[in-house]
């Protein structure tokens, strides 16, 4: 008999403790691809793409720039592009979630001889062609991840790092729905702290940060955000402020598929995930530029 019920109480144990392990997961974050038909982008994303597959991830992240691009474009070159990207990626294997970069705004510049009054103006490609939001968020295992859109539009025909009221208001709502131990990531495509434009001649322009970062970020200060994931430099770095990683990671494309950039070669970043911690590292996916 108390056999019998030392082994239910041990039974009883490991089903609470097997209920309230969380399961370890990994996750790839690719920036600025900049897919064209030209350069060999499509050679060079196929490459990506296979390597990602082999490290067979539980979801993909992308970080904006995903085409080469849409700003100054006519419709038809606009939307070539995306079928290049929608066709390409559709190859992952796991699921991808998708963040709109500078490249994906469609028709602000007056070259293309895009009218504002196209039904596919501007962010309106994105949500029709990619996914119906420029920005969201998802859940997995135990951690909250939120896709921001980042890419502010002004009337000069400019884009800027800017995160607009409306999306304040829904990062609010979000957050309140969150046990405040939660581990969040937030995915954005400019960045909203880097060093390399302190490090360079480069000026830290409105173009390379998030202008009102600051006030976005203070939003986070009663949670437990992780990581920040960066794009649009096309370098690598990580900042880590607060127990904040901000991570800016390279880019697929690494010069606009014309070799590396600044030294940092065509690459994404693979992330392991235990518990509430996590750990990364950037893969030289091995592009090579071709020779002539």
């Not at 970020?217 to 437990?224: A, E, I, V």
């Not at 392991?272 to 996590?278: E, L």
């Amino acid at each position: 008999m108390y056999k019998n019920q030392f082994i239910m109480l041990l039974l009883a144990v490991f089903l609470v403790q097997g209920c309230s392990q969380k399961e370890d997961f990994s996750f790839v974050f690719m920036t600025d691809i900049h897919v064209e038909e030209g350069r060999n982008a499509i050679t060079g994303f196929n490459q990506a793409i296979a390597r990602v597959n082999e490290l067979d991830p539980d979801f993909v992240i992308t970080g904006g720039d995903l085409i080469m691009d849409a700003l100054g474009q006519t419709f038809n070159r606009a939307d070539s592009l995306y079928n290049i990207y929608d066709s390409l990626s559709q190859k992952i294997e796991a699921p991808v979630y998708n963040t709109i970069g500078n490249h994906e705004v469609f028709g602000i510049y007056e070259k293309g001889g895009v009218l504002p009054d196209n039904p596919f103006y501007g962010k309106e490609m994105f949500k029709n062609r990619v996914h119906k939001e420029t920005y969201y968020s998802f859940d997995f295992q135990n951690w909250h991840f939120m896709v921001l859109d980042v890419i502010g539009i002004k009337p000069e025909e400019r884009y800027f790092g800017y995160v607009d009221p409306a999306q304040i208001d829904w990062i609010k709502s979000d957050l309140a729905k969150l046990d405040k131990s939660t581990p969040i990531v937030i995915s954005a495509h400019i960045p909203f702290v880097n060093i390399m434009t302190s490090a360079t001649e480069k000026s830290a322009d409105e173009g390379i940060i998030v202008t009102n970062g600051l006030e976005v970020l203070k939003l986070f200060s009663d949670y437990n955000l992780k990581l920040v994931l960066q794009g649009h430099m096309h370098t690598l770095e990580e900042i880590i402020i607060k127990d904040i990683h901000f991570i800016t990671c390279g880019a697929v494309s690494g010069h606009w598929w014309l070799g590396d950039h600044q030294g940092f070669e065509e690459g994404f970043g693979l992330f392991k995930v235990s518990g509430d911690d996590f750990t990364w590292q950037y893969i030289d996916y091995g592009w090579e530029v071709p020779k002539q």
